[in-house]
């Protein structure tokens, strides 16, 4: 490890306990180390606005940051053991390139307002790919409502209820991702506030250009008080592991629906032959692996909103646990971005068997519209029930699974999906 920022002299740095302190910190600064970078631009340029350096300091230091960020992107510069962390090897690099300028570029700030500020808009961008995502799968859903109704079974307890259809599926999937992009849109609102000009978390004597920066760096607000800016670590991360988690959630119920409905005893879909794998053993098989893990990317969602919720049995004020905080979110968003990624294309190009799903229609599926159309007729609901149970395994007699789903007009039902109206919501959402 080159030399430390902090070091005092006389105390010699013990080999273990540095790794202790490390740990995997360098490497998840690497997920950072852009923002890092473009935080400290602006940094740098609200330090020039109050005298603090020199407007050629600036140019120079501008130039020395964005050069950083490409010798990065390129692979040439590698972010290791041999930093502490991301925030002193950009400044070491600044004061190797340019001396003293360099030395001055951590004027009024802190590590800790340097990892808000990189995890900060390292999360905004998460979160906007989180809206993009659902955003796109729930285009899909919307279009393949609005395609073909063809009917299949719907079920409660996972057994047979009533006439159901894939549009009423699809257009119940559509209105569950577009309030999952809405949710991950507002907590991308919620969190929109710039920490950094917090310092250490007690703010600094300097009069620090704390709007420049807010400018600068996208953010809509300011996040004023440094003991909240500090408060608020983990606590933002929790809010985008949470609308994370909303959107998985549905994604882990989907996923489940096509497990089940591509098993031989089901076969009411097949998945696309690129998503399925074969078995290492059994020849015959074709397993729906990706849907699999879509379905078990939840877990690691809810996994990293666990470990940040643990950490932060804190008091108030910067505290070294919050380091462990950037793996959970670089796992659970990695994990569940991921999975959603990939859902769109799936969603596309999925098939119904018709055939099949036609047969697992029972006619004793039509008697909760038997009951209905009686009580329409006049007959008191509870007697028109009860007549329906001792005939419900002839209530399909004269009837089809198109005219139940045609008269299925409750608003969002099957005659009334009301995609106007979801479409509507969908291209207010646009990204
Ligand atoms: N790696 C540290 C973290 O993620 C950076 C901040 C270090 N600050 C400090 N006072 N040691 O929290």
Same mark, same amino acid.
């Given at each position: 490890? %080159?030399?430390?920022?902090?070091?005092?002299?006389?105390?010699? &740095?013990?080999?273990?306990?540095?790794?202790?302190?490390?740990?995997?910190?360098?490497?998840?600064?690497?997920?950072?180390?852009?923002?890092?970078?473009?935080?400290?631009?602006?940094?740098?340029?609200?330090?020039?606005?109050?005298?603090?350096?020199?407007? !050629?300091?600036?140019?120079?230091?501008?130039?020395?940051?964005?050069?950083?960020?490409?010798? *990065?992107?390129?692979?040439? *510069?590698?972010?290791?053991? /041999?930093?502490?962390?991301?925030? @002193?090897?950009?400044?070491?690099?600044?004061?190797?390139?340019?001396?003293?300028?360099?030395?001055?570029?951590?004027?009024?700030?802190? /590590?800790?307002?340097?990892?808000?500020?990189?995890?900060?808009?390292?999360?905004?961008? =998460?979160?906007?790919?989180?809206?993009? +995502? +659902?955003?796109?799968?729930?285009?899909? +859903?919307?279009?393949?409502?609005?395609?073909?109704?063809?009917?299949?079974?719907?079920?409660?307890?996972?057994?047979?209820?009533?006439?159901?259809?894939?549009?009423?599926?699809?257009?119940?999937?559509?209105?569950?991702?577009?309030?999952?992009?809405?949710?991950?849109?507002? &907590?991308?609102?919620?969190?929109?506030?710039?920490?950094?000009?917090? !310092?250490? $978390?007690?703010?600094?004597?300097?009069?620090?250009? /704390?709007?420049? &920066?807010?400018?600068?760096?996208?953010?809509?607000?300011?996040?004023?008080?440094?003991?909240?800016?500090?408060?608020?670590?983990?606590?933002?991360?929790?809010?985008?592991?949470?609308?994370?988690?909303?959107?998985?959630?549905?994604?882990?119920?989907?996923?489940?629906?096509? @497990?089940?409905?591509?098993?031989?005893?089901?076969?009411?879909? @097949?998945?696309?032959?690129?998503?399925?794998?074969? %078995? %290492?053993?059994?020849?015959?098989? #074709?397993?729906?692996?990706?849907?699999?893990?879509? /379905?078990? @990317?939840?877990?690691?969602?809810?996994?990293?909103? +666990?470990?940040?919720?643990?950490?932060?049995?804190?008091?108030?004020?910067?505290? =070294?646990?919050?380091?462990? %905080?950037?793996?959970?979110?670089?796992?659970? *968003?990695?994990? $569940?971005? !991921?999975?959603?990624?990939?859902?769109?294309?799936?969603?596309?190009?999925?098939?119904?068997?018709?055939?099949?799903?036609?047969?697992?229609?029972?006619?004793?599926?039509?008697?909760?519209?038997?009951?209905?159309?009686?009580?329409? !007729?006049?007959?008191?609901?509870?007697?028109?029930?009860?007549?329906?149970?001792?005939?419900?395994?002839?209530?399909?007699?004269? #009837?089809?699974?198109?005219?139940?789903?045609?008269?299925?007009?409750?608003?969002?039902?099957?005659?009334?999906?009301?995609?106007?109206?979801? =479409?509507?919501?969908?291209?207010?959402?646009?990204?």
């Amino acid at each position: 490890m %080159s030399e430390l920022l902090w070091q005092k002299a006389g105390v010699r &740095t013990d080999e273990r306990i540095m790794r202790f302190l490390a740990g995997d910190d360098v490497l998840l600064d690497r997920e950072f180390f852009l923002h890092d970078i473009a935080a400290s631009k602006a940094h740098v340029e609200g330090l020039a606005r109050i005298g603090i350096v020199a407007a !050629a300091e600036c140019a120079a230091l501008l130039a020395e940051l964005d050069l950083l960020a490409e010798d *990065f992107r390129a692979g040439r *510069f590698v972010l290791d053991a /041999r930093h502490e962390d991301g925030h @002193s090897a950009i400044e070491a690099r600044l004061t190797e390139r340019l001396g003293d300028a360099g030395r001055k570029v951590h004027t009024g700030r802190s /590590r800790n307002d340097q990892v808000l500020v990189a995890t900060r808009l390292w999360l905004k961008q =998460r979160l906007a790919e989180l809206a993009a +995502c +659902c955003h796109a799968a729930a285009g899909v +859903c919307l279009d393949r409502a609005g395609g073909e109704a063809l009917p299949m079974p719907g079920y409660t307890h996972l057994q047979r209820a009533v006439v159901s259809s894939t549009a009423l599926w699809f257009a119940g999937f559509a209105e569950a991702f577009i309030d999952d992009a809405v949710r991950a849109r507002d &907590t991308l609102t919620w969190i929109d506030a710039n920490p950094l000009g917090t !310092a250490a $978390g007690y703010g600094v004597n300097l009069a620090l250009d /704390r709007d420049h &920066t807010t400018a600068a760096l996208g953010f809509t607000r300011l996040q004023l008080n440094p003991v909240y800016a500090q408060l608020s670590r983990g606590k933002f991360e929790i809010a985008a592991l949470d609308a994370l988690g909303a959107a998985l959630l549905d994604l882990r119920r989907l996923a489940w629906d096509l @497990s089940l409905f591509t098993t031989a005893e089901y076969a009411f879909v @097949s998945l696309p032959a690129q998503y399925t794998t074969g %078995s %290492s053993i059994m020849p015959n098989k #074709r397993n729906p692996d990706v849907v699999e893990l879509m /379905r078990a @990317s939840y877990a690691s969602v809810a996994a990293a909103r +666990c470990e940040i919720e643990q950490l932060l049995s804190l008091p108030s004020g910067y505290q =070294r646990d919050l380091q462990f %905080s950037k793996g959970a979110i670089v796992h659970g *968003f990695g994990r $569940g971005l !991921a999975a959603l990624e990939l859902l769109p294309d799936l969603l596309a190009r999925l098939q119904w068997n018709e055939a099949a799903m036609r047969a697992a229609i029972e006619p004793s599926m039509h008697a909760t519209d038997v009951a209905i159309e009686q009580a329409v !007729a006049g007959v008191p609901f509870r007697e028109a029930y009860r007549a329906a149970a001792a005939t419900a395994a002839s209530a399909g007699a004269g #009837r089809t699974p198109e005219a139940s789903l045609a008269a299925r007009v409750s608003p969002g039902a099957a005659a009334n999906l009301c995609l106007p109206e979801l =479409r509507e919501r969908w291209r207010r959402l646009a990204p």
